[in-house]
């Protein structure tokens, strides 16, 4: 599996930055990770992250 480069912040993060949600794309694939724990990834696609966005948006989640 391909490790991404560029991780972007949450806009939610804050402080000292050592507590924060992790993004990154490469093609076909999402990547999410907690920056105080970078090894372990969760991997989806962009049409599953898409989906959970959604519903966690309209409180189904």
């Known amino acids: 599996m391909t490790t991404p480069q560029n991780w972007q912040k949450s806009s939610f ?7 924060c949600v992790e993004l990154a794309s490469i ?3 999402i990547h999410l990770r907690e920056s105080d724990e970078p090894s ?3 991997v989806t696609t962009p049409t ?3 989906h959970l966005l959604r519903c966690v948006r309209l409180g189904r989640v």
């Open 40 to 42: 372990i990834q969760l």
């Open 13 to 19: 993060s804050g402080g000292d930055g050592n507590n």
């Open 27 to 29: 093609p076909g694939t």
């Open 48 to 50: 599953s992250f898409s």
